[in-house]
């Protein structure tokens, strides 16, 4: 079975420094790789994803994410931070097997405070 | 943009009360899926839904769950006898095709009392 973790409970970024969110995970053959961000009351909000072909995806508000299947990685990026981006961030893994859509794998997800 | 919707935002029912959390999916979508959060937990997935059957489902998903696609747009999640342990956050999402994104609804807080 496929797992995701996000080593980092919570960081705390001053607001136009960089950001890095890790994830790591764990699964057989080359997963489907998502991070979405949840802000309080508010549903899952797809940033980015990554099914096949460049490692690098470019995703919505000026995050990206890198795939590093050596590294199973796939961390969330941003060159400056902005403090509307203070929210929780989840990876998830995904797989696709007979055709269907399997369920999605949580990581624990990552608190993000900003900093003035 | 199409959103999926979901009613009521917040449910309080009395333990042992069945509850129906209903979803509205994006139109053109064909896959459904219901997750659950218990607070300060991560998500997790409850079922799959595709072609009017349910897919997959997780351990999570016993007995008391059941869904139902009762017409072509909504999409319904029953508790038949609800635990305290219920109490949690219940998103619903959709995707339109294998190998697209998954989009989530705003979700239902249920609260057991």
């Known amino acids: 079975a496929q797992s995701v973790t996000q080593p980092d409970i919570h960081i705390t970024v001053s607001e136009g420094a960089s950001l890095e969110l890790r994830c790591n995970y764990s699964?057989?053959?080359?997963?489907?790789l998502f991070w979405y961000v949840q802000s309080p009351g508010q549903g899952l909000q797809l940033l980015l994803k990554?099914?096949?072909?460049?490692?690098l995806v470019q995703g919505i508000k000026g995050f990206e994410a890198e795939f590093k299947r050596s590294q199973s990685s796939f961390n969330l990026r941003k060159p400056s931070v902005h403090w509307s981006d203070a929210a929780e961030y989840f990876c998830?893994?995904?797989?696709?097997?007979?055709?269907?859509?399997?369920?999605?794998?949580f990581g624990k997800g990552t608190h993000l405070i900003i900093q003035p | 943009e199409p959103e999926v919707t979901q009613t009521p935002s917040h449910q309080v029912t009395q333990m042992g009360q069945e509850v129906i959390l209903r979803c509205v999916p994006i139109s053109n979508h064909l896959y459904f899926y219901w997750y659950r959060q218990i607070l300060g937990q991560k998500v997790e997935f409850l079922v799959s839904?595709?072609?009017?059957?349910?897919?997959?489902k997780s351990e999570i998903f016993d007995d008391q769950f059941s869904v139902e696609r009762p017409d072509g747009s909504n999409f319904t999640l029953k508790i038949r006898s609800t635990k305290l342990e219920d109490s949690a956050m219940y998103f619903c999402a959709s995707m339109e095709t294998a190998n697209q994104p998954q989009h989530f609804g705003d979700g239902t807080r249920l609260s057991i009392l």
């Open positions: 998830a893994v995904g797989t696709y097997s007979g055709g269907g859509a399997d369920g999605l794998t």
């Open positions: 990554y099914f096949s072909g460049d490692t």
């Open positions: 699964y057989g053959a080359t997963p489907y």
């Open positions: 839904f595709y072609n009017n059957e349910i897919s997959e």
